[in-house]
């Protein structure tokens, strides 16, 4: 194959990026929402008061899994499930599912501290107020403490998200090592196809960059629309 | 419990080793209108936050219409007292001394480990506190507050504000509140901010907004802690009227201010606060014409 025929067999795969490009959102996606998810709820449990033994125990368990999580690289975690699977079903697991709770697991941890930032930051006068009324502190957390500490934390959540997109891209190495018949996302593409020859890969390296780039910008332009449609609802 | 509908029992609070309350009892009658005054750091806001529980008195009771909010405070119940084990070891070494000086004696945190006061003691304790508590939840949503920096929540539109906490309390249906709710925002003629956000909002019509809010809830007596001193001068005028309004009506109110033409005007009683006590108390005229205490004829030396 000359250079020119695997550039052009490159394009006749075009169909292929596509999909894992599809793969490597859905993983992202997946994680975020998984991540978001964990996040909220160990926020919630750190910043509690610490009135009862249940909600100290389970502070304990928050700050554990946050210094772990953030502890390890995240390489690190992935290879560990990826192997555990292995080790408990004997075979690699082909679905989305392993990478995306690994990778939600890793961001929640994160997004824990993101969001627990943004309630300390809404004024304490909030809360009184709504406990004044008799609301439980849960009530008011979810209604009034949390929708004005999501908005404050819109644009770090970003940041974490486009890091998580970026971070998928890791998933290949390890499907492709174990598996070969993989494709999960972009960089893993390349050297399935046989076309590994370093001039022929760096080209593959700059689409793929490419795509990555254009990805965040897109999400970058869903961020200021989130964020101008949240400063609307203030005016 | 005498019928008072708010009874502030023998409050103690300490922030750390600074003791805020010094024992204030006081109480406050159904349909009665006090002002509390006091130089800052006198205690009258803790005292004022106290009645709702927005700080947890460290001793003493809050009583709301008969209902206990706090944990009991055993120095507070002679019956309760004198069946605790440190008690009786007084009473047998002090061979039949009087039971209030034994009492007085008595170190209140020795009071507070239970499990080594017997078995009578705490059963005695449990009874008392099953009987007349009542969950710190309701019994706010029958008090309602007004802040000195107005917390309306700034994610809600006004009515939104409103309707929040009787309809999630179930105390009112949807439709309920919201019609409530627009009829008290015609009372204040702002019935125009609705679907308004607070940020677009004067701090007076925040405050404004802020008491109906609360009067949304029909609350039974209701707590004002400052709530002119954030405001510009010329729109304290508008949320003392609309806090005269609500005394004309009838409504039980308890108002931390340093508004003395207010308390002058509106009060049936004033408090004067120092040093985490209540100095002096009487009718505005007592108070504002012949006031008996060093530390009150300084303070309004000062104000007046």
Known sequence: MTFSEKIAKLWDLRGLFGESLGYSLLIAFGAVVLGFIIGV?????????????????????????????????????????????????????????????????????????IIRSGISAVDVG??????????????????????????????????????LVKETSVVSYIVLKVNSIQKYDLLGMAEKQGLATPACYLVFLFFAALLYLTIVMLLTFLQHLIERRLKKNER | MNGNLIEVRGLYKYFGKLQVLKGVSCGIKKGERVVVLGASGSGKSTML???????????????????????????LHEEII????????????????????????????????????????????????REHYLDENQARAKVGMVFQ???????????????LAPVELKLKTKEEAESKAMELLSMIGLTDKANAYPSTLSGGQKQRIAIVR???????????????????????????????????????????????????????????MADGLIAESGTPDEIFGAPKCERLRTFLSKVL
Request: aromatic share 8%; with cysteine; net charge neutral.
């Open chain 1, 41 to 113: 709820i160990l926020a919630v449990i750190r910043i509690a008061p610490k009135t009862n033994p249940v909600i100290k125990a389970l502070d304990k368990i928050a700050v554990l899994y946050i210094t772990v999580i953030r502890g390890t690289p995240t390489l690190v975690q992935l290879l560990i499930l990826y192997n555990s699977v292995l080790v408990w079903f004997k075979r690699m697991p082909t679905n989305l599912l392993v990478p995306i709770i690994a990778f939600g697991i890793n961001s929640g941890a994160y997004m824990a501290e």
């Open chain 2, 214 to 272: 609360s009067l949304c809830m029909d609350p039974q007596v209701m707590l004002f802690d400052e709530p002119t001193s954030a405001l510009d001068p010329e729109m304290v005028g508008e949320v003392l009227d609309l806090m005269k309004r609500l005394a004309a009506e009838g409504m039980t109110m308890v108002v931390v201010t340093h508004e003395i033409g207010f308390a002058r005007e509106v009060a049936d009683r004033v408090l004067f």
């Open chain 2, 82 to 129: 004198t069946a605790s084990r440190t008690y009786k070891k007084m009473q047998a070494a002090s061979n039949g001394a009087d039971s209030a000086e034994l009492i007085a004696e008595i170190k209140k945190e020795d009071l507070l480990h239970e499990k080594h006061e017997g078995a009578e003691y705490a059963r005695k304790m449990k009874a008392f506190f």
């Open chain 1, 126 to 163: 909030q809360m009184e107020a709504g406990r004044s009324m008799g609301l439980s502190w849960l009530i008011t957390m979810r209604r009034v403490i949390i929708p004005q500490a999501i908005k404050t934390v819109v644009p770090t959540i970003f940041n974490e998200i486009i890091i």
């Open chain 2, 149 to 163: 920096h107005f917390n309306l929540f700034n994610n809600l539109t006004v009515l939104e504000n409103m309707t």
């Open chain 2, 49 to 75: 936050r106290c009645m709702n529980l927005l700080e947890k008195p460290t001793y003493g009771e809050v009583w709301l219409d008969g209902n206990l909010l706090t944990p009991v405070d055993p120095y």
